[in-house]
């Protein structure tokens, strides 16, 4: 059998723009999300006559996406998945891929070109170098400290965005806009809260004028990215007639709101759809308290359960009956922007969790777990405490993290637990010997995760030793929520 052609030019059919024109943005971690995101939207403007807003995608870990997209001219697929079929679309806004770790230089001279007006992040929680307890840089990382010692060669998002704004600063020219595009509480004033830090530290002068003339709007993203496998690039080599190593798959719903706070040139997204507006605070906090929030609690409950996928997990009653639950908790600590419908909203996303076409994996949502606890689910507890409410559900998931860092689900099955603090959780779960209030008091004694608030809580202590204690008992963790 023939194998198929490679994506490119040649082979697809394509919107009729001219990819030679300026790029005007470069984009730090070009991951899958990014790709069935933010630039299909910038594809959508391009392909509408908007120009200047090509894409310089830049890898900050390794040259996968680099040796998939390359070859391919910057091209991929976009697969569109719900109950309904496929929709596929090439798009054709990444003009290429840098690969920072092997030329950082070159990525930094990239970012300081006069035609870059904005710079956009899909680097993941971990990726911005902060205390995830504080939210503050962490000036103790190796990474940051390299970027301290080193700031021509960076490594670090952060260390990147100063090296490029540092040499725009020498050479006369406006800084661009930074907008982050990852699930962090106020994504923006974080990001400048880290890059103005890290700037102090080799340059004050830098720092200050950092502060005071670049913009980093905030933003709040949602579209569910299910991990490609190699059984969707030969799917699509059979259905398309052409072979995409660089293909994303999608849910149909996508979702972007940016705060209307630019330094330099402003894409006028507005036209493909995106919800520009004064305020994103509202938008991110529903997001990551009620999607992300029951994702992490799914993960890892379904996970431990044996469940293998989102569809599976949400189709069980006893979580679907936690799910509910959760969210009743987390609805009144919500500021409810106009036209927020929280029943509308719980019912899409129900409906968006069992799309049995994405396939989207358990263990791809649980990584990084200690990165994402305290915006999705340890803040609203602290809100819900503060407000003398229990919360149950928030402390069941909370628990099922902490058993989850036992590698071993309910199952006796073993598994790898992905996370930048993967030693020192598992130790902090074996060192508990199996007792649930020793093992609860191992983990609120980190601070880079649970806040004083949380960790100076008797009721919370007490509430998640309970919920730990059955987990480490049930047989069958799904149990340990009544079916609705």
């Keep these: 059998m023939t194998r198929p052609p490679r994506l490119g030019p040649d082979v697809a059919a394509i919107p009729d723009y001219d990819r030679n024109q300026p790029t005007g943005i470069v984009h730090l971690g070009v991951g899958a999300f990014h790709r069935a995101h933010q630039a299909v939207y910038f594809d959508r403007l391009l392909s509408q006559g908007e120009t200047g807003w090509m894409i310089r995608g830049a890898s900050l870990r390794s040259a996968g996406v680099a040796d998939q997209l390359n070859p391919q001219s910057g091209l991929y697929t976009c697969v569109e998945q719900d109950r309904g079929g496929e929709v596929s679309r090439v798009i054709r806004s990444v003009r290429d891929v840098l690969v920072g770790p092997a030329d950082p230089r070159r990525l930094v001279a990239a970012m300081a070109h006069p035609d870059i007006a904005l710079v956009t992040l899909t680097i993941t929680e971990k990726g911005y170098e902060l205390d995830p307890g504080t939210g503050a840089l962490n000036l103790d990382s190796a990474a940051i400290r390299h970027d301290v010692e080193h700031p021509d060669s960076p490594q670090t998002g952060p260390g990147y ?28 004033r974080r990001t400048r809260a880290a890059v103005v830090e890290l700037a102090r530290q080799t340059d004050p002068g830098l720092a200050d004028w950092i502060a005071e003339t670049t913009a980093f709007p905030c933003s709040m993203v949602d579209r569910i990215v299910p991990a490609t496998t190699e059984a969707d690039i030969e799917a699509l080599a059979v259905r398309e007639g052409y072979r995409d190593a660089g293909m994303v798959k999608a849910e149909a719903f996508s979702q972007w709101v940016v705060e209307d706070r630019f330094c330099n040139r402003r894409p006028p997204l507005e036209r493909v759809g995106v919800e520009m507006t004064l305020d994103v605070a509202p938008w991110e906090k529903i997001k990551l308290r009620l999607l992300n929030g029951a994702h992490s609690a799914l993960a890892y409950l379904g996970g431990l359960a044996g469940y293998t996928h989102v569809h599976e997990a949400i189709a069980d009653p006893h979580l679907r009956a936690f799910v509910e639950a959760l969210w009743d908790e987390v609805e009144p600590t919500l500021d409810r922007p106009d036209g927020f419908e929280a029943a509308v909203y719980r019912q899409a996303l129900l409906d968006r969790f069992a799309n049995p076409a994405l396939a989207h994996r358990l263990h791809q949502i649980a990584m990084d777990g200690s990165q994402k606890l305290p915006q999705r689910l340890l803040a609203t507890l602290a809100d819900r405490r503060a407000g003398g409410r229990n919360s149950p559900a928030l402390k069941l998931a909370i628990a099922a993290w902490m058993r989850w860092q036992g590698g071993e689900d309910a199952r006796g099955n073993r598994f790898t637990v992905d996370d930048p603090m993967a030693d020192r959780t598992r130790t902090a779960f074996i060192a508990g010997g199996g007792d649930p209030d020793r093992i609860v008091a191992n983990f609120l004694a980190m601070g880079t995760v649970f806040a004083p608030r949380i960790t100076v809580d008797q009721e919370v202590r007490a509430g998640l030793s309970a919920a730990l204690g059955g987990l480490l008992r049930s047989g069958d963790t799904t149990l340990m929520w009544p079916a609705g």
Excluded: K, M, Q
């Design 161 to 188: 965005l100063v090296a490029a704004l540092a040499r725009r600063r020498a050479e006369g020219l406006a800084p661009f806009t930074i907008l982050s595009c990852d699930n962090l509480p106020e994504n923006g």
